[in-house]
């Protein structure tokens, strides 16, 4: 495996959500260190865009005089999930996991990158109350490192647990709420407020209200990020569905369906449409300290 650009250089995957910008602005916040973060394109993905831009803000935002860190902050380096080969053996451990109960598929690609990349120590961010976590209760050992101690794969666990024995779990122990109470200690709450969590975001952008992640985010008390429009369009919905008949529903559905296929169909063809020009003209792609 390859060794880490430096010493002092602790690799995360950094989606632009919640929980990897704590890890980051944490890291910056408390050590003298430098974080090089890792973002992996999915052109399936409504947000992707929304993302990258959200990561360049928050960069910019760190460079800023009114926040002082002790740690650098590196622009990410971007990877495309079609890049990343085959590996039908992890798949197949991935595909096994998956049969025991629910498992965000970010993990069967994530843990293919990592051992192609050689990047063993990528810190993954999984909080408390993440579906993934379950899979890792009791499997996991803490391990003392720089520059705090994180969990890692215990010994002899599992073989379908294997894929993840490259990656870091540096947040198992934390709540949501709990990291929102350390930003504000800490005094960055405002920057790791610009993080982004919607799936299917508006112009603007601005929250849809209906995604999983809006719709966690309102139930892990975290609702005001949604903004008026996610708001308007959460409760339109919730009462929408409160309100109309179960056969009217029903004949609702297919509707529903044939607009959600169209829908992903344009963003499939609009992925493909997308050249290697088009992503070098991405803002993030600029490499370099911000500061
Ligand atoms: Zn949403």
Redesign the pocket.
Known sequence: MAAPESGNTVNVLWTGGWDSTFRVLSLISDHDCIVQPHYIIDRKRWSWKTELATIDRIIERCAQPDHVFKGQLLRPKVEERDAIADDPEMTAKFQELLSRAHLGSQGEWLTRFVKQKGLRGLQFCIHRNDATRSFLAGQVRERPGFPTSVYVLAEGVDPALSIFEDLEFPLLDLTKQEMREIATRKGFLDILELSW?????LRGPA????????IDAIAQGMGHRLGWR?HLRYHTLRHLKAALPEDVKRLLRPAVQVLRRSQRAKLLSSAKRLDNRDAAAIPIERKGAPR
Do not use: Q, S
């Open positions: 969590f919607c799936h299917r975001p929250t849809c209200g209906t995604c999983t992640p809006c996610g």
